[in-house]
């Protein structure tokens, strides 16, 4: 088995503020994913990467910027926080892409924005 | 327009009942499904996936695939106060890498 770890659990910026969420994964996965998470809104994928320095952008990328520098980890940077921007984000990963491949989930991390 | 649509929003159901949770997908491009399970507090975990029509079963868990209508559904039996918990449909397209999509999800409470 292996695990996904995201830093900070919760995240507390102010408005206009430049913000990074951090995923680490042990499974030795190919593909990673950025989701975010609101209320009554299910799961929109921002951002996912397919191996090492590969970025594509999802259907809510825009604001966010995302690095994959190494197979292991891929990190979400919210250029400019925003108060209707409060959500979890959780980061997956699976073993090839989503086709037919189970996603594994982190805990998710929280951003809060004052 | 959601792609993957749920319902009911939310179930309850008692202990040891019946919870019957259903989705339906409008891109006849989606191939594969899963269900998907989140505690509060935690992330999504993948319950159980199905690929082909019929019926595919897990301890008390049972899904259920027409390809034909899109339409997915999920039945927990001998409900248990750990399923409470909010439950996604997602699906992907043959090929594709760029992730699931998502419903809504359901809610479902299950109580003494």
Redesign the interface.
Known sequence: GGI?TQTPKFLIGQEGQKLTLKCQQNFNHD?M?W?RQDS??????IY?S?TENDL?K?DLSEGYDASREKKSSFSLTVTSAQKNEMAVF?C?SSI?????N???????SRLIVV | Q?KVQQSPESLSVPEGGMASLNCTSSDRNF??F?WYRQHS??????LM?I?SDGDKKEGRFTAHLNKASLHVSLHIRDSQPSDSALY?C?A??????????????TRVSVFP
């Open positions: 996904i593909t994913y989701y009554g809104k299910g799961l929109r994928l996912y397919i594509q999802g959780l997956a090839g892409g989503s086709s037919g189970t996603l594994y989930f982190g805990e998710g | 959601q191939q594969y899963w507090g935690e992330g999504p975990k993948a996936s690929f996604f997602a992907s397209e043959f090929g594709y890498a760029q992730g699931l999509t998502f419903g809504l999800g």
